[in-house]
């Protein structure tokens, strides 16, 4: 069990625990984030806790040629009920993913110091967001860490039906218009499994990056 320090700098990820824990501690400081996020690791914790920083050893990945889109989110793509944009609130979709309340949890994994910690790094260029919009308000979207080839996701929301969706589906799409090869998903559950995403081992993840 490894707890970093001051020093800016992270064990190898092939001495991961085997549920993916890679080191304890250290802070989240733009440069130890982009150093992890870099490295194939990323934040995952909660409030109270020290910061646990994961490699897991099968990563949930999305190709973004194998993106599967089902025919009811391709109806409203084209009747283009939600409006869609791209890093306009970068705050508001943050904040909605800390505090949406999610079947089979009591709380959230994104503490304040998080919430600060990503809004920094997307002012500085780092992290993105996508909105979705109903009637002008905010029913949906996601936010991540860029990293150019590979886009790094953490949290989505949805406050109606297929929200979340219509903002993954936007998401890979640009994505894929700009050449990124890879979404990284972190760790396997259903829903992001419909959508096309699998696991690979965590070797393989490791070198789109």
Same mark, same amino acid.
């Given at each position: 069990?490894?707890?970093? &320090?001051? +020093?800016?700098?992270?064990?190898?990820?092939? #001495?991961?625990?085997? *549920?993916?824990?890679?080191?304890?501690?250290?802070? $989240?400081?733009?440069?130890?984030?982009?150093?992890?996020?870099?490295?194939?690791?990323?934040?995952?914790?909660?409030?109270?806790?020290?910061?646990?920083?994961?490699?897991?050893?099968?990563?949930?990945?999305?190709?973004?040629?194998?993106?599967?889109?089902?025919?009811?989110?391709?109806?409203?793509?084209?009747?283009?009920?939600?409006?869609?944009?791209?890093?306009?609130?970068?705050?508001?979709?943050?904040?909605?993913?800390?505090?949406? &309340?999610? +079947?089979?949890?009591?709380?959230?994994?994104? #503490?304040?110091?998080? *919430?600060?910690?990503?809004?920094?790094?997307?002012? $500085?260029?780092?992290?993105?967001?996508?909105?979705?919009?109903?009637?002008?308000?905010?029913?949906?979207?996601?936010?991540?860490?860029?990293?150019?080839?590979?886009?790094?996701?953490?949290?989505?929301?949805?406050?109606?039906?297929?929200?979340?969706?219509?903002?993954?589906?936007?998401?890979?799409?640009?994505?894929?218009?700009?050449?990124?090869?890879?979404?990284?998903?972190?760790?396997?559950?259903?829903?992001?499994?419909?959508?096309?995403?699998?696991?690979?081992?965590?070797?393989?993840?490791?070198?789109?990056?």
């Amino acid at each position: 069990m490894i707890f970093l &320090s001051d +020093k800016l700098w992270f064990p190898p990820v092939e #001495t991961a625990s085997p *549920e993916g824990i890679v080191a304890f501690g250290g802070d $989240l400081s733009i440069e130890r984030l982009l150093l992890a996020y870099n490295s194939g690791i990323f934040p995952w914790y909660n409030q109270g806790e020290p910061i646990i920083w994961y490699c897991p050893k099968q990563r949930m990945v999305l190709f973004p040629e194998e993106l599967k889109v089902s025919k009811s989110t391709k109806q409203l793509l084209r009747k283009a009920i939600f409006k869609v944009t791209y890093n306009q609130d970068f705050e508001a979709v943050i904040r909605q993913c800390k505090s949406i &309340s999610r +079947k089979g949890q009591s709380g959230t994994w994104i #503490t304040d110091e998080m *919430e600060q910690a990503y809004i920094h790094l997307h002012k $500085l260029g780092h992290a993105e967001s996508v909105e979705v919009w109903l009637n002008d308000e905010l029913v949906g979207g996601l936010y991540g860490v860029d990293l150019g080839s590979v886009f790094c996701g953490e949290s989505m929301f949805s406050k109606v039906s297929n929200a979340s969706k219509i903002a993954f589906t936007y998401l890979v799409k640009k994505k894929k218009e700009e050449n990124c090869r890879i979404i990284d998903c972190q760790v396997y559950n259903d829903h992001l499994s419909s959508l096309g995403a699998k696991e690979i081992p965590r070797t393989e993840f490791l070198k789109y990056l």
